[in-house]
């Protein structure tokens, strides 16, 4: 894989949900190869953030530029990788055309696959440990095997930046370190990474930086920059709290379910997905 660059700005960038922001003038300044958690409450905007960066949702104020272009111009670059409940797994394709489509970014969808396409997809496929699934419907797949298909789809697409939301929620250890594996690969390659989690210790011990959202951008920077109480204090407000001297992060919605991270969290009339009912569980 060769990357010809994944530079990422934001400049002042502001999204809304018809009059709702849901991200107010966020300016940000990645630069290529790095990998980058992102950090905040529900509801935060980490989820839309991503779904902006691929253009998802629009954008009504500032821009988006990659490799000091706009987006718009290179969304192929983009590779983007949604949370798992945002997917319709009952979709009738298969592992192998998953896979597939992260060629068509590059091409024409009347377009047929080339030799080249179909040896990168198969390459993609016995990367991720796949390959033996790639006649089976996505919907049988387990959950974990399901995230490494769309991993694999992501890889196909030989993005020069990789958007991952949530991507180690609801999944086997054996595919939340395939996954840590094909990070330190793409570092090697300087494929520029951002990931969404709700995890603070990964953040810190695995990214050199992280972005502290919560509907705007509260801090950026190397973790004990960022991981600051009075930053931490600010994007996540009555969440915290503090024993021993340690601030300690809850992530509650809907009057609170669970610690952060917890597969089996809500979601909330707070969160970035604007059709959202409160009180609704996730799958």
């Not at 004990?224 to 340690?246: C, I, S």
Request: aromatic share 6%; proline share 5%; charged share 20%.
């Amino acid at each position: 894989m060769s990357v010809a660059g994944g530079h990422l700005e934001l400049r002042d960038v502001s999204v809304f949900y018809g009059e709702r922001a849901a991200l107010q003038s966020v300016t940000l300044d990645v630069s290529q190869g790095s990998q980058v958690a992102i950090i905040g409450p529900n509801g935060a905007g980490k989820s839309t953030l991503f779904k902006a960066l691929v253009g998802l949702v629009p954008v009504r104020f500032g821009e988006i530029l990659v490799e000091g272009h706009p987006s718009v111009e290179h969304r192929s670059a983009v590779a983007y990788v949604p949370q798992r409940e945002e997917v319709d797994w009952r979709f009738p394709v298969t592992v192998h055309d998953v896979v597939a489509m992260g060629r068509y970014g590059r091409r024409s969808w009347l377009t047929k696959l080339t030799p080249g396409d179909r040896e990168v997809v198969d390459a993609c496929l016995r990367r991720l440990g796949v390959a033996d699934l790639a006649k089976r419907p996505i919907g049988e797949l387990s959950g974990g095997q399901q995230q490494r298909v769309f991993l694999a789809r992501a890889l196909a697409q030989e993005p020069h930046v990789l958007l991952l939301d949530e991507p180690f929620t609801g999944v086997d250890v054996g595919t939340r370190e395939a996954t840590f594996a094909l990070l330190a690969e793409l570092r090697e390659h300087q494929v520029t990474v951002l990931v969404s989690t709700h995890d603070l210790e990964m953040a810190v011990s695995r990214f050199d930086r992280v972005v502290l959202l919560n509907g705007r951008l509260v801090s950026a920077g190397p973790p004990g920059q960022v991981f600051t109480k009075a930053n931490l204090q600010e994007a996540f407000g009555g969440q915290m709290v503090v024993v021993d001297g340690k601030s300690i992060v809850v992530d509650q919605c809907c009057g609170g379910h669970g610690p952060v991270g917890a597969p089996d969290s809500c979601r909330c009339d707070s969160c970035d997905d604007p059709n959202c009912t409160d009180g609704e569980q996730n799958p």
